[in-house]
Structure formats: C-alpha cells, structure tokens
C-alpha cells in the first residue's frame, strides 16, 4: 500500500562509480528489474520506513503537506504521481533522490503527473536549495543499458490490432499484438510493456506548415544528424510543451502582448483551452511567434515510452506479447485530438511494421506463487489485461488454486472484453466465480465495487482463508472505490473497527495479498 520496503543498494559501494553514478544506477537497476526501492547511500530509506503520500489517489496538495516535515528527496517524491510505473525509467522515491542527488536533470520524465508534477518539482527544488549540503553534481554519465531495456528497446513487429469492442459500443478497445521472435525479450505474468510510439503524422505535418518546413532538413539531436519530421514523429514531445518552450516561443513572438501571454502561460498562469495546449494550438494561438529550428527540439521534452499492463503469459504464447489497448480520441477546439501511445497502435502503426519495445519487470504485481492459493482479480474495462494473462498463466502451470474475477464495462453486447475466452475458463473451471457490472445494462449504474459489496460475506471467507486479492484500472476513481469497498467488507463482516480494518489492509499488502496495478 503506502509503505515501500527498503532493499539493499543493486551497485555495490565497492564498485567503481561516483555516488552519483550509483545513485542513477540504482534507480535505473531498480525499475528496470522490478525492485521496490533501491538504497542509495544516505539517500536510501530508513527501515520502516513509512510514506504516507505514496497513494496515488491522493491530491497533490494533500500529498505535499504530508511530506512537508519530511527530508528533500521526501518532498520530491510526493510530486510524483505514485503510480510507481517505471515510465520516466525509475520508481518514484528513485526518481526523486537522482533529481535531488543532481544525477538526474530531467524533471520532465514523469508521464502520468504531466505538467503538475513537473512544475512542482521546479518550485520545491528552488524552494529546498538551501538545505543542500553541497551544490549538486552535474548528471552522470550513463552507463550502457542492456538490450531490450529502455534505454535500448527492443525491435518487435506489429501483428495484429483488431478491436475488441463490438457495434454499438462507444469504446474502440484493441487487443494488440508483437511478435517477439527477432528479440531476446522474455516476460513474467504481472509485467508491463513499454511502447516507443510516434505521435499522429497529420499534427507533425501541420506543426512544419505553421513553421513553413518541410520537414526534411536535417537537425541536430542528441549528438545526430536527423530529418526534422522523424525528430517531431518520435523524439519530442509536442503533445505537452514544455514551460521551456512557453518561454522559448515568448521569447521569438514579435508581438509583445502575446510574449507576455506564453509567459504567463509558462508559469501556470494560463486560462482556458491554452492551459492544455499542444504546441500546433501555442503557434496558431500566436501568429507573430517565428521559432528557430535548433531552439525549438532544445526546449521540447523527449517523448517518454508508454507503458501497458501486458495481457498474456508467455507459457501459453511462447513467442508473442499481447496488449490490451482503449485509442484515446477527444475534440476540442475544432480538432480531433489522439492519444500518442494508444492512437499510434490503433491508427498509425501497421502489421508489419518494427516498434521499439521493452519489458518493464513488475514490482510485485504477479500471480500467486503458490498455485494451490486463491485469487480474487478486480479488472473493468482494459484493466482485464494483467488478469487474462494470469489466468492464462494459471490454467498453463495447472494451478488448483480458485479464481474469481470481477469484470465491468458499459454494455454487456458490445463491451464485454475477452467474453468468448473468459466464459470458455468459466465452463471448464478454471474460472471458478465470475461476477459482471455493465454500468448502462440497467437504469442505475452498477460498478464492479457494487458487485463486490453484494458477495461481502464470500469475499470475506474467500480472503479470511488465504486468498490474494488483485486491482487494476483507474488509481483516483475506480481502485480507491474498491479499497474502500474492502475496508466497509473487514469492517462488516469481520467485525473490524475503522482503525482495525485499515490495519488489516496495510497487513494484506505487506503479505503481498493486496496487489494493484493502477494508472
């Protein structure tokens, strides 16, 4: 739950780094391989140590004042968005201590916390620079990455992406697939795939337009010599300027009134649809900006991977990884927005095409290692992903353990993920309960925490007897639901005090019974 379990430093002191470099290599190691948190030197957690803001379902404001009393790399960790992904390549508590360390520059890594994360970064390090013990270390070097890993994905090829939705839904949900043949890649159940996506070719082309490029001039970037267009596709992010590149376009606008506009929306200041702007709507919405090329890549952020619970074992597709995938598609402001990962795998991307992938290792999301033991798998919508690999995984090791799932969507005739698979484990018994919610099935809404409140007293016998308890879906709305629902289930059928039910969870989750992997 909110408490993370220190583990030994990865390097050892002994090695021939810098503390700085051991402070990268740690948090890389530890994303990378799926460890909780890495010890850092006197960066690492203390034993016991309790973070109360590691919730995701927190706000930001609640979340800082949590960590208000708490040491600089504290502060910074509860910026993050808690979701401990591994996007940005760390964990969030990693993260924070390389940023504080000076081993990390870039406070633009985290996806999911967007532009509020990384402009609260910048406003505690100015407001913490005085309690450094030293200036900062200039970012070490980066030692080679191993392939497959993030720093060097994989390339894998794009088999299929067909929808899962059928006519009438109003979700266009994917199920996606690569084919790992021509890698090294191997996957556990439980683990996550990192997509290196390009972003929708029609708003690169309207973004050189407005810049009056083709796209075909060569710029320098990260030490090469590459066409502008491939730079816009993959490299940068222009779905989510920067506050550098606010200033930076207020900085080559001709107009005054608009320079002080970009700054003010550089400082979060900004109203309107410009506060959530991408960088075609900052040039249309400012003529008179006239951007250089080299300026320009400079204050853009590097597009980050996109990470999805992967939805198959490998033990039942040896040689393949399967992605379950909702495209993000929105209008505003005469203009049809996509979502970069979800929208190139949907729209842009092709079978047969080659996509830089890699796995991230999970961190303690994983089926029971005891196949003998029960589990519960709390999975609407596209959080059905990591529980078809499970029970893909379980019926493949011939685990007598009981499965119960609980599944929801809008409609039961056109959302009903996987149906065909998960009624066949439903009749051959390897899916021993299953209990659905299709919110719009009825006149009132019933949601998947519904359906568990009405098993209450199964539920409760099922955990009381050892059983492993799973969540995926939404982190703020969805996932706090459910743990609020199990909370009011210890409380009423075990007879639990507030305080004692709380207790309870935090023990399931300390025994590794209480899982979630939310977003």
Not at 93 to 118: H, L, N
Not at 347 to 367: E, L, N, R, T, Y
Not at 394 to 402: I, L, P, V
Not at 405 to 426: A, V
Request: net charge negative; hydrophobic share 40%.
């Amino acid at each position: 739950m909110n408490a993370i379990t220190p583990v030994p430093s990865i390097i050892p002191e002994t090695a021939p780094f810098s503390t700085e470099q051991r402070a990268w290599l740690n948090g890389f190691f530890a994303a990378y391989l799926g460890v909780e948190a890495a010890g850092q030197g006197d960066a690492a957690a203390e034993p016991d140590e309790d973070f109360p803001w590691h919730d995701p379902s927190l706000a930001m404001p609640d979340r800082l004042e949590l960590a208000k009393e708490a040491k600089p790399e504290r502060q910074l960790m509860a910026a993050m968005a808690q979701l401990d992904c591994g996007q940005c390549g760390y964990l969030c508590q990693t993260y924070a201590e390389s940023v504080w360390s000076g081993a990390e520059a870039d406070t633009g890594r985290c996806v999911p916390g967007g532009k509020e994360t990384q402009r609260t970064l910048k406003q505690l390090l100015a407001a913490l620079e005085p309690h450094r013990d030293g200036a900062p270390t200039a970012p070490a070097a980066k030692a080679a990455a191993p392939v497959g890993s993030r720093d060097r994905p994989a390339l894998a090829t794009l088999v299929d992406a067909h929808p899962l939705n059928r006519p009438g839904s109003g979700k266009d949900v994917r199920h996606v697939v690569f084919d790992l043949s021509t890698t090294d890649l191997t996957y556990e159940a439980g683990d996550s795939l990192g997509v290196f996506a390009r972003k929708n070719p029609q708003l690169v082309q309207a973004v050189l337009d407005r810049i009056g490029a083709t796209g075909e001039e060569m710029v320098a970037f990260d030490g090469e010599a590459l066409p502008l267009r491939q730079v816009l596709l993959s490299k940068v992010d222009i779905a989510r300027p920067s506050d550098e590149c606010m200033l930076f376009l207020a900085s080559r606008a001709f107009d005054g009134e608009e320079a002080l506009k970009l700054q003010a929306l550089a400082s979060g200041e900004g109203s309107g649809d410009l506060a959530e702007a991408d960088l075609l709507d900052l040039l249309m919405a400012f003529p008179s900006v006239m951007p250089s090329l080299p300026g320009l890549l400079k204050s853009l952020d590097r597009l980050q991977p996109r990470l999805y619970s992967i939805a198959s074992s490998s033990k039942a597709h040896p040689r393949e990884v399967h992605l379950t995938v909702s495209a993000v598609r929105w209008d505003s402001d005469g203009r049809t927005r996509t979502g970069i990962g979800s929208c190139y795998l949907a729209d842009f991307a092709k079978p047969g095409d080659v996509i830089p992938i890699f796995v991230q290792k999970s961190h303690g999301f994983s089926p029971p290692a005891d196949d003998g033991a029960a589990a519960i798998m709390v999975g609407p919508g596209t959080g059905i992903a990591p529980f078809r690999a499970f029970l893909e995984e379980r019926e493949a090791r011939g685990a007598k353990g009981r499965n119960w799932l609980f599944f929801g969507d809008q409609k039961r005739t056109s959302d009903f993920l996987y149906e065909d698979q998960i009624m066949d484990w439903q009749r051959r018994g390897v899916l021993h309960r299953l209990d659905l919610a299709f919110s719009r099935d009825q006149a009132e809404k019933v949601y998947v925490q519904d359906r568990m409140q009405e098993k209450a007293a199964e539920l409760w016998q099922w955990l009381e007897e050892g059983a492993h308890f799973y969540v995926c879906g939404d982190a703020r709305r969805m996932a706090k639901d459910v743990e609020d629902t199990l909370l009011r289930i210890a409380a009423g059928q075990g007879g639990k005090s507030d305080a004692d039910a709380k207790a309870w969870l935090d023990g399931l989750a300390k025994a590794g019974r209480y899982q979630r992997d939310v977003y």
